[in-house]
């Protein structure tokens, strides 16, 4: 009798691997939920509407963080519109549509999969699957892996979005490029511990509301 490096039970029967039964059975129901076609379907369903609804409301939202970001402008909506519809059209309106897709569908997929394997895991420790407690960590664990994704496209998408002259970035491409040799990795997670402050709470309730 060992103690168990998974759970720190004293006293447990470890098997060869070093946890001890009870928690080998959590990680096994976890595996199963994991490979099960019904997750899979969920995780790809939900990478798939994610990138065709951003496909739909991507112009709104760079004339939301223009409106936000150039105060002395002082447009309404339809103005904002009219000013980038005039100045560059359609691939103004879309200006870091790239990076939006680009990480928001890894996101998505790690959002949905990270909640679904810590929700079989607690399961498999004895938790009830309706239990307030199985969804808070599941929320907590959905949010803390995906926003490895979240945040670094937040922060690139905006600072496309915010030049809608191009006076400083050519191309997504060119963001990402002056951004890692000016910044560093640090310049993709700015901020990523207050954005987990902001998110977690939204996340945690969605799944607890939701579930």
């Not at 699957?129 to 907590?140: P, R």
């Not at 959905?142 to 191009?166: C, H, N, Y």
Request: aromatic fraction near 14%; proline fraction near 4%; hydrophobic fraction near 40%.
């Amino acid at each position: 009798r060992k103690s168990c490096v998974a759970c720190s039970s004293l006293g447990a029967m470890v098997e060869e691997a070093g946890s001890c039964s009870s928690c080998a059975a959590a990680w096994s129901a976890a595996e199963s939920n994991a490979a099960d076609p019904l997750t899979w379907r969920r995780m790809v369903a939900a990478t798939a509407s994610g990138a065709f609804a951003r496909c739909f409301v991507h112009p709104f939202d760079t004339m939301r963080v223009m409106s936000q970001l150039h105060l002395e402008h002082n447009l309404s909506l339809r103005g904002t519109f009219q000013k980038e519809w005039r100045a560059r059209g359609v691939p103004g309106l879309y200006r870091g549509f790239p990076i939006s897709l680009g990480l928001s569908a890894p996101a998505q997929c790690l959002w949905m999969s990270s909640y679904e394997v810590c929700k079989a895991y607690l399961v498999g420790k004895g938790y009830s699957e309706d239990s307030a407690m199985v969804h808070v960590a599941g929320g907590m664990a959905a949010e803390g892996v995906s926003s490895v994704f979240w945040t670094p496209m937040d922060i690139l998408k905006q600072r496309r979005q915010g030049d809608p002259l191009s006076r400083r970035y050519k191309n997504s491409f060119d963001l990402i490029q002056k951004t890692y040799t000016k910044e560093g990795l640090y310049g993709f997670y700015r901020a990523y511990w207050l954005t987990l402050s902001v998110f977690m709470p939204y996340t945690v309730t969605y799944f607890v509301s939701y579930e």
